[in-house]
């Protein structure tokens, strides 16, 4: 099966505006853990979202990953 066969879930791109050194900061402790940016920030939301009650956001996330 072809690669463009398989549905991908659908994703976005944002600009996100904030300080330097909060941004200097993500990329060092990403690069230690062999992490990346796009990855570190998709977990900080979820994180932050199930914080603050939404407890659906993970598991809807992993449906769409896994088709």
Do not use: C, W
């Amino acid at each position: 099966m072809s690669r463009s066969a398989i549905e991908q879930p659908a994703k976005d791109k944002t600009t996100i505006v904030t300080s330097k050194l909060l941004l200097d900061r993500m990329g060092v402790h990403v690069k230690k853990r062999g992490d990346n940016q796009t990855d570190f920030i998709t977990r900080a939301i979820v994180n932050q979202l199930e914080k603050e009650g939404d407890l659906t956001i993970r598991s809807e996330l992993e449906e769409e990953n896994n088709g």
